[in-house]
């Protein structure tokens, strides 16, 4: 499967964004998806994941309460919606898919990545 990931951007501290990752392929509902991001001189880290139907999901503490995942299968795409965006959010992120239902929280159960997409808050 492929992934492009889209939305990054520059944006003030409070504020929010959406970022979009399109996967090709017609398999893309039996994945389970993830977000993970990487600050610059930081190891990549992760952010959010969705199990395959979308009925479970899990976030790191950091951003529970500001970020929500979701996804479409019909339209093989997942989203992460950023509000309360704060400096330290700051990194590019990454979408990955992982060749099974359920989600993890590891960066290597995940077998196809996106490009990244850069998210700059500034204060």
């Known amino acids: 499967v492929q992934l492009q990931a889209s939305g990054g951007g520059l944006v003030q501290a409070g504020g929010s964004l959406r970022l979009s990752c399109a996967a090709s392929g017609r398999t893309f509902s039996s994945y389970a998806m993830g977000w993970f991001r990487q600050a610059p001189g930081k190891e990549r880290e992760f952010v959010a994941a969705i199990s395959w139907s979308g009925g479970s999901t899990y976030y790191q503490d950091s951003v529970k309460g500001r970020f929500t995942i979701s996804r479409d299968n019909a339209k093989n795409t997942v989203y992460l919606q950023m509000n309360s965006l704060k400096p330290e959010d700051t990194a590019v992120y990454y979408c990955?898919?992982?060749?099974?239902?359920?989600?993890?929280?590891?960066?290597?159960?995940?077998?196809?990545w996106g490009q990244g997409t850069q998210v700059t808050v500034s204060s």
């Open positions: 990955a898919a992982r060749n099974d239902g359920w989600y993890s929280t590891s960066q290597y159960e995940y077998a196809y």
